[in-house]
């Protein structure tokens, strides 16, 4: 069965730190994996996109990895800031599927 | 604008009654997407449409959802008889293709309240 977990499920940070979100993947055969970020209220909206040869991918202060062997993709968020407060959502193509895979999101808040 | 639009954005309905939720893609977007998201849960997919046709209705959780797509572009989300397990909130996609390397664009979801 195609899942994705992601952890921590949430996660409360002071302005300026880093952090690092995780996901776990069992999609088969993988397609590629994109991470979301999803504003209260809003729709999610794609942050970054990897395919099976990339290992790493950044945007501004996001960069995600991804390791395919063993399934496990990271967004790491550099020197965060009050307006990365949202849900952050892994999502893994593939698995015979056009159809992605979700994964819950974690929930980040950043406190001044 | 040029993003996925949605409306209403917010619906409260009474259990028993009949609601309509209308998605507007991005203009030259084929492939179009419902999702239903309930609270501290991922996105569920209900239904894709390529083009006016649905080949993936297997997400529609019962006989009372229903789609269509019309001239390939604005969609709606019909849910009969309402019950109250259906408030969620209810995001709708669109991307250029189907194709899995295609990014999908989300709307800001109507957010449907049944009490």
């Known amino acids: 069965k195609n899942q994705v977990e992601q952890s921590p499920q949430s996660l409360i940070i002071l302005e300026g730190k880093n952090c690092t979100l995780q996901c776990n993947y069992t999609v088969s055969p993988f397609s590629n994996l994109r991470w979301y970020k999803q504003d209260t209220g809003r729709g999610p909206v794609s942050l970054t996109i990897?395919?099976?040869?990339?290992n790493t991918k950044s945007n501004g202060r996001y960069t995600a990895t991804l390791d395919a062997d063993t399934k496990q993709s990271s967004l790491h968020i550099t020197a965060s800031q009050l307006s990365d407060s949202a849900s952050y959502i892994c999502?893994?193509?593939?698995?015979?599927?056009?159809?992605?895979?979700f994964g819950r999101g974690t929930s980040l808040i950043v406190h001044p | 604008g040029a993003g996925v639009s949605q409306s209403p954005s917010n619906k409260v309905t009474e259990k028993g009654k009949d609601v309509e939720l209308r998605c507007d893609p991005i203009s030259g977007h084929t492939a179009l997407y419902w999702y239903r998201q309930s609270l501290g849960q991922g996105l569920e997919f209900l239904i894709y449409f390529q083009g006016n046709s649905a080949p993936d209705k297997s997400g529609l959780p019962s006989d009372r959802f229903s789609a269509e797509r019309t001239g390939g572009s604005v969609s709606t989300l019909t849910i009969q008889r309402t019950q109250q397990e259906d408030s969620a909130v209810y995001l709708c996609?669109?991307?250029?293709?189907?194709?899995?390397?295609?990014?999908?664009?989300f709307g800001p979801g109507t957010r449907l309240l049944v009490l």
């Open positions: 999502v893994v193509s593939g698995g015979g599927s056009y159809i992605p895979t």
């Open positions: 996609a669109s991307s250029l293709n189907s194709g899995r390397e295609e990014t999908q664009y």
């Open positions: 990897m395919t099976f040869s990339e």
